[in-house]
């Protein structure tokens, strides 16, 4: 498998205010968040110039940091702007934008009350996330499980949440499957390792509670979108006993947008009709092509 290295490829990174040329983007070895895992990210893509719900994700990016203890130090507004020029400077239109914050090298231990907090975002081209889409990708069950939030700032989209996913996912892939299933310290289906879940039975759409892992921008946005079709969608609990009884089955996230499900757990799903139209819709909102389901 060739791949271009992320630390060896041109373009402009923008860090701490300035714009730097790509491979001398650096921080320390001994930076505070690398090794404790405060920093916090969002990952969100842009079509046709524009980022999809840039200002929703700058948000969310004030909020993890917010409960992992420190205040990101560049507003909404100055994230939104600083976007489009890194898409700018590096000449895309249609890419992935990570902006992210991180505790610096300042201090060394469990405590890092005085080190500062930097930021930064980069842009790259990005293309679908899992390949032939309406084909389905095949998924297995992780032997890791999401934790209760009594354990985890579990709304925060941090660094250091990752890890099991990483895990969950590596042994996947060394399996042959496209991606792994994480259920909920309880035992309930909770999502994908970077992605949310979705099952359809007898038309109507059930998705899990997000009560222990994050509520995604993308998931409201389908949820929206479905509802918009008149789909029935339910927001429960729902136990690994029932996968068996749906039908269909779909992922979203900002990388997966909108990915159908061939197989998940051993059971066998056919992406159908109500996958396909939500994927399509999904597609033409973020594209401009369809009003915001909020406003319609």
Not at 11 to 22: H, M, Q
Not at 104 to 111: A, D, I, L, P, T
Not at 228 to 241: A, C, D, F, L
């Amino acid at each position: 498998m060739s791949f271009v290295p992320y630390d060896d490829r041109d373009g402009w990174i923008w860090l701490d205010g300035s714009f730097v040329p790509w491979r001398e983007a650096k921080i320390h070895v001994l930076t505070h968040s690398l090794h404790y895992g405060a920093s916090v990210f969002e990952g969100e893509r842009a079509y046709d110039g524009v980022v999809f719900k840039s200002a929703e994700h700058s948000r969310r990016l004030h909020r993890s940091a917010e409960l992992v203890g420190y205040s990101v130090p560049v507003s909404v507004e100055e994230l939104g702007r600083i976007k489009l020029e890194v898409m700018a400077r590096n000449g895309l239109a249609d890419c992935y934008v990570r902006a992210f914050a991180w505790r610096g090298s300042e201090m060394m231990g469990v405590s890092a009350q005085q080190a500062s907090i930097r930021t930064c975002v980069a842009v790259w081209h990005w293309g679908n996330y899992f390949a032939d889409k309406m084909k389905g990708i095949r998924v297995t069950l992780s032997d890791w499980k999401r934790p209760s939030p009594e354990t985890i700032p579990s709304a925060a989209k941090a660094a250091g949440l990752y890890m099991i996913c990483t895990m969950s996912k590596h042994k996947a892939e060394a399996q042959g499957y496209a991606d792994a299933l994480m259920l909920d310290y309880r035992g309930y289906v909770a999502e994908l390792t970077g992605a949310n879940v979705f099952l359809i039975r007898d038309g109507a759409i059930h998705t899990p509670t997000p009560d222990c892992f994050l509520d995604g921008i993308t998931r409201q946005t389908v949820i929206e979108l479905a509802r918009r079709r008149g789909y029935e969608v339910v927001i429960r609990h729902i136990t690994p006993e029932e996968l068996p009884t749906f039908s269909e089955c779909f992922i979203t996230g900002t990388a997966a947008e909108v990915t159908p499900v061939c197989e998940m757990a051993g059971i066998a799903y056919r992406p159908g009709l109500i996958t396909e139209t939500l994927m399509n819709d999904y597609d033409a909102l973020v594209r401009g092509r369809l009003g915001s389901p909020a406003a319609a």
